[in-house]
């Protein structure tokens, strides 16, 4: 038990046994249908708007910790691209294991019209085999949408934004996920941290929720895509990176 003035242990989500069918690490997306992704806050970052590498805290519906996903990155595009860097996202279980990667490489904004410099990130699960893709659709600066693909580069769901969809207001922006026939099957939502975090800060929440019985290789690469959607959106910093 911690103590009092002391934070408590997280609670990590039992390991489920593993599925023969199941890339390893991802046994415990068999059991889930919504996650909850929290930023944590950089002191360093509040205090001298040096911009930090981003950490995330992955839970369940029951407040239990399925992963922790840490930004790797050079410090010089931190600084100068912002949220346009090239990153790893290196996801890890409850042993350290890393169990999924998410690869964005360099890319301009939203409202870049040439294909191959639109933002993308790949997903790979385990590290080393992709399992899709997320890509940027068409050429949008208010309204663009978001490409689930698989690993043969096949569209699987398609992802719009809202007009409240940049953090510019007390609002909880909605990313409705849906098939190529307009059926939605799951949703990304921004999640209002309060006035002194929003403004401050550039730690985020969100929540997604997706069918229990979708593959879990389509779950991480929903995942993807809801990290996909902070950096673009969401990140920025007091140096003018938005």
């Not at 930090?52 to 840490?70: D, H, L, R």
């Not at 930004?71 to 931190?78: F, I, P």
């Not at 909605?174 to 990304?188: A, C, E, M, R, S």
Request: contains cysteine.
């Amino acid at each position: 038990m911690a103590q009092k003035g002391q934070k408590a242990p997280a609670e990590w989500m039992p390991l489920p046994e593993y599925s023969g069918n199941c890339p390893p690490g991802l046994e415990y997306l068999t059991q889930i249908d919504q996650l909850l992704v929290h930023q944590q806050i950089e002191l360093l970052e509040i205090l001298t708007g040096w911009e930090q590498a981003n950490k995330y805290v992955v839970k369940n519906s029951v407040g239990q910790q399925v992963y922790f996903a840490a930004e790797v990155s050079g410090c010089a595009q931190r600084q100068c691209c912002g949220p346009n860097r090239a990153f790893k996202m290196s996801i890890v279980d409850n042993v350290g294991k890393e169990v999924m990667t998410l690869h964005r490489p360099l890319r301009c904004g939203a409202c870049c019209c040439c294909e191959s410099w639109r933002p993308h990130m790949e997903v790979q699960a385990p590290p080393g085999n992709t399992v899709g893709y997320v890509k940027s659709e068409g050429c949008g600066c208010i309204h663009p949408t978001f490409l689930v693909l698989d690993l043969d580069m096949k569209p699987i769901f398609r992802i719009s934004t809202p007009v409240c969809g940049v953090g510019c207001c007390q609002c909880e922006p909605k990313y409705p996920v849906k098939t190529l026939d307009n059926q939605q099957i799951g949703l990304i939502q921004k999640q209002w941290s309060g006035i002194t975090k929003e403004l401050f800060t550039d730690a985020d929440n969100f929540g997604i929720v997706f069918p229990m019985d979708l593959d879990v290789k389509m779950k991480a690469c929903l995942l993807g895509a809801l990290f996909l959607i902070d950096y673009m959106f969401f990140e920025h910093s007091d140096n003018g990176n938005h």
